[in-house]
Every structure is written in C-alpha cells, then in structure tokens.
C-alpha cells in the first residue's frame, strides 16, 4: 500500500505581493492590472515567472523586493497587483 501523504500533490493558490511577509521568496504568476501598470512592472522587470525575494514588508509603507539582482521599491497597491506563489 501506498502511503496517501507521499501522494498528494499540494497546490497553492495565487496570493497578491502585499501579502507576503519579508524574507519571502515567491515566483509571480499573473498581473491583475491594466495595459499601463503592466507596461511599467514589465519595464520593471516583474513578468509571469520572475523570482522574487521580500527584502521588506512592514505595515505600512512601501515594499521593497529584489529581483534580478536589483532592489525595486513599489507602492501597496502596485504590489497588490502582483499575484505570485
């Protein structure tokens, strides 16, 4: 017999960037935002598949990521716009 827990496959639902806590390290998987912010982000660097670490995400206040080897500060709502797992 197989053991059910070796078996299962786990699958993690998208989250918005906003929603992860510093130290995080997630992949984006889609932009939910319109033909503007997605040229800005692409231009950015933030694109389905892209790595990213959380560098800081307190409360309030801007969050900073790095990605690519470069350090990117965006806004909560910009980052809301971002989900990744």
């Not at 350090?71 to 971002?82: H, L, P, S």
């Given at each position: 017999m197989r053991n059910s827990s070796a078996c299962s496959v786990r699958h993690v639902s998208p989250v918005p960037l906003n929603e992860v806590k510093t130290g995080g390290r997630v992949r984006v998987v889609s932009l939910a935002a319109g033909h503007g912010l997605r040229g800005r982000l692409c231009a950015m660097g933030v694109v389905s598949g892209s790595s990213i670490e959380v560098l800081q995400n307190v409360r309030h206040g801007p969050i900073i990521i790095a990605l690519e080897g470069c350090?990117?500060?965006?806004?909560?709502?910009?980052?809301?716009?971002?989900l990744v797992e």
């Open positions: 350090r990117v500060v965006m806004g909560r709502g910009m980052a809301k716009k971002i």
